[in-house]
């Protein structure tokens, strides 16, 4: 009879306790719960560490987050720019002859529009290539170290540039034919003298 009255009570006692609620406890109260840089959103029951963006969860690990390293993925167009990997974001740093036009995207810069080029505009015309440029050369003068510069052709070496008796003079980007004395240059031509009429 006694034991059957224990059993009663027990029983009446292990349902008030599953009727009764038991008080949430918040980890997130624990400085230590998750580690830097995730953040702590308490949960019933338990809680949940959340990795910011830039982020993922440490394998291993429930409370800690690691950096994503953007630069391995191809973010950046490595033709134009390097990839540098930061915490939890990277940037592209631009190579010579691009600039960013976001901290991720690097475009050309047109060197001869902007007038930031070296060619001698007397010689050459500046031509914009794909993070470079290059001095195209005007007639009479020839291509020089690196596209860039261009130097003037003498003419003169040529042994027909000037039929005799005229002489070949040399001149910036050209060459002129002179006569000699009591001699004038041929019609209908710039390389061949004649002798001059008589008075």
């Known amino acids: 009879m006694l034991s059957s009255l224990l059993l009663s009570q027990i029983l009446l006692l ?3 306790f599953a009727e009764a609620k038991v008080p949430d406890v918040n980890e997130c109260l624990n ?3 998750c580690i830097e840089p995730a953040t702590c959103e308490n949960t019933v029951g338990s809680y ?9 969860q440490k394998p ?25 990997n930061l915490q939890g974001s990277y940037r592209c740093d ?5 600039e960013n ?7 050309n810069i047109n060197e001869c529009t902007r007038g930031i080029d070296s060619c001698d505009k ?4 500046c031509t914009d290539t794909d993070g470079n ?6 007639t009479g003068y020839n291509q020089g170290a690196n596209n860039k510069l261009c130097v003037d052709v003498n003419e003169c070496l040529n042994p027909i540039a000037c039929i005799e008796p005229a002489t070949c003079e040399n001149t910036v980007g050209s060459y002129k034919c002179n006569c000699p004395s009591g001699w004038v240059q041929k019609p209908g031509t710039n390389n061949q003298c004649q002798e001059a009429p008589s008075p």
């Open 14 to 16: 292990s349902s008030s």
């Open 31 to 33: 400085p230590n719960t």
């Open 48 to 56: 949940k560490c959340n990795c910011p963006s830039g982020y993922i």
């Open 60 to 84: 291993g690990t429930n409370n800690q987050c690691q950096d994503i390293d953007e630069c391995s993925k191809g973010y950046c167009d490595l033709l134009r720019s390097t990839c540098v």
């Open 94 to 98: 631009c190579k010579s002859g691009y």
């Open 101 to 107: 036009i976001t901290p991720k995207i690097c475009i």
């Open 122 to 125: 007397t010689s050459s015309y």
């Open 133 to 138: 440029f290059w001095c195209r050369c005007k």
